[in-house]
């Protein structure tokens, strides 16, 4: 964020927009309660691209409130693909494939209409989508959590292995 930018924030005594709040807390919850190395690793790995993508979100929104074609809205759309990347790696390939296409079908949908907003200037659209893609994120995110037996998948154990551990 620019210095301009800061202390006009500061001045008006606003706070920076937040467009990923739910995938941010889920993020953060996954890393806490990982005991093991690589899970934490990869739960790190998706808060961190969160926390990336939800200021690039603030951003790209103040350039389309203000109606500019700024590089902002060019850097969204790759924030959010490295966000849907990490979540897939959380996740497990082989769950998000199989049992968690669900979940990959809606983050990868509202990613997509996210862009279509960025791409057409419409505030509305990005706004409504940015609350369903925060949601399918995060959803993801818990769903693995909230699973005795995704330990495997969670860790990435398949994909860097090559065992096929469900």
Known sequence: MSQHRQLAMRV?????????????AAARAAEDTQSDEQARGNAER??????????AAAECWTALVAGCNSPARRVLTTRLRELTEATSGYVGLS??????????????GAEMTIAEAVNDG????????FAGY??????????????????GPRHGAEESTGSSTP
Do not use: I, K, Y
């Open 12 to 24: 008006a005594g606003a706070r920076e927009p937040t467009f990923l709040p739910l995938a941010v």
């Open 95 to 108: 769950c998000w494939f199989r049992a968690g296409s669900p979940h990959r079908q809606r983050v990868v």
């Open 46 to 55: 998706v808060r961190r691209q969160a926390e990336a993508a939800d200021l």
């Open 134 to 151: 925060d949601q399918a994120v995060a959803t993801a995110l818990v769903s693995m959590l909230n699973r005795p037996s995704a330990a």
């Open 122 to 129: 419409d505030g509305a659209e990005f706004a409504e989508a």
